[in-house]
């Protein structure tokens, strides 16, 4: 599967965004769908993950009262709506794929179809 990742962009404190990652090549029925983000000089973490067939959400427990992710079945594409912002939130956000269930609860693998990435700029 290719993944298109988009919505990246520069946004004060407290502002609002919407990530899209839109794929193509497979049906998406049976994948798990997930997004990340690497800040400078930092490890890449889990951001939020989504199973296809039956839409249940994952959420790092840090990140779900401000982060929700869904689907557009009819667009085979998946969206991050972030509120709230802050400066910490300053990442490159990836969109993922796999075909076979997380390895732990932070969504360390198997995830082989990665997007390019999207840049998310929050000023103070």
């Known amino acids: 599967v290719q993944l298109q990742a988009s919505g990246g962009g520069l946004v004060q404190a407290g502002g609002s965004l919407r990530l899209s990652c839109a794929a193509s090549?497979?049906?998406?029925?049976?994948?798990?769908m997930g997004w990340f983000r690497q800040a400078p000089g930092k490890v890449r973490e889990f951001v939020t993950g989504?199973?296809?067939?039956?839409?249940?959400?994952y959420y790092a427990d840090s990140l779900k009262v401000r982060f929700t992710i869904s689907r557009d079945n009819a667009k085979s594409t998946v969206y991050l709506q972030m509120n709230s912002l802050k400066p910490e939130d300053t990442a490159v956000y990836y969109c993922?794929?796999?075909?076979?269930?997380?390895?732990?609860?932070?969504?360390?693998?198997?995830?082989?179809?990665w997007g390019q990435g999207t840049l998310v700029t929050v000023s103070s």
């Open positions: 989504i199973y296809w067939s039956d839409g249940n959400t």
């Open positions: 993922a794929a796999s075909k076979y269930p997380p390895y732990d609860n932070n969504w360390s693998g198997p995830f082989v179809s």
């Open positions: 090549g497979r049906t998406l029925s049976s994948y798990y």
